[in-house]
């Protein structure tokens, strides 16, 4: 299975900072690269597909780059509605696999 | 509206059998496949498997291959996870969500709300 590695795993920070999370893969993946965005009780929303790409509807503040094994998601700005868990995914290969998450809290 | 409706929470023995289920609606439910995902609790996401729904094609990590099966009723757009001998270790979240291809990939765009399984004696 290709492992997926996010880090950091939780990260404090305050409305207006600029944060990235990264996401490495166990090999290459392409950019078969999901981001996922969790709120607590809530199921999983898709952000950014084909490592870069936006699902409709997600705000601009959100990015993601990369290719092959390393890869980042970035909020330019963080607003009050982004404090959550992000979880990167692949789909190069089954078994599908997700990152083991990152918690965004508000210092 | 394009959603995923997931059966009520469940409180079950061990060694008991369960069936949760997952339906759809708003679009073809035969042309994109459902995957299972995992949440225990405080925990992240784990990908179960897919069940294409045109055909009951079956693809299932080797994490729950043999514990877990998955069908689908295409009369019925609903897809179903079922468990024939629950451990108390099978208590979490299982979230339903519709394959799709954006761009030339995978992803997971359109997920059901949970159905939380716990499993005690």
């Known amino acids: 299975d290709i492992q997926m590695t996010q880090s950091p795993s939780s990260l404090s920070a305050s409305v207006g900072d600029r944060v990235t999370i990264t996401c490495r893969a166990s090999?290459?993946?392409?950019?078969?690269l999901n981001w996922y965005q969790q709120k607590p009780g809530k199921a999983p929303k898709l952000l950014i597909y084909?490592?870069?790409s936006f699902q409709s509807g997600v705000p601009s503040r959100f990015s993601g780059s990369g290719s092959g094994t390393d890869f980042t998601l970035t909020i330019s700005s963080l607003q009050p509605e982004d404090f959550a868990t992000y979880y990167c995914?692949?789909?190069?290969?089954?078994?599908?696999?997700f990152g083991q998450g990152t918690k965004m809290e508000i210092k | 509206e394009v959603q995923l409706v997931q059966s009520g929470a469940e409180v079950k023995k061990p060694g008991e059998s369960l069936r949760i289920s997952c339906q759809g609606s708003?679009?073809?439910?035969?042309?994109?496949?459902i995957s299972w995902v995992r949440q225990m609790p405080g925990k992240g996401l784990e990908w179960m498997g897919r069940?294409?729904?045109?055909?009951?094609?079956?693809d299932y990590s080797p994490s729950f291959q043999g514990h877990v099966t998955f069908s689908a009723d295409k009369s019925d757009s609903t897809a179903y996870l079922h468990w024939g001998s629950l451990k108390a270790s099978d208590t979490a979240m299982y979230f339903c969500?519709?394959?799709?291809?954006?761009?030339?990939?995978?992803?997971?765009?359109?997920w059901g709300q949970g159905t939380m399984v716990t499993v005690s004696s």
């Open positions: 708003g679009y073809s439910f035969t042309t994109y496949w």
């Open positions: 090999q290459s993946i392409g950019r078969y």
């Open positions: 084909a490592a870069s």
């Open positions: 969500a519709r394959r799709a291809i954006y761009g030339s990939g995978d992803t997971l765009d359109i």
């Open positions: 995914q692949q789909t190069y290969t089954s078994p599908w696999t």
């Open positions: 069940i294409d729904p045109s055909d009951s094609y079956t």
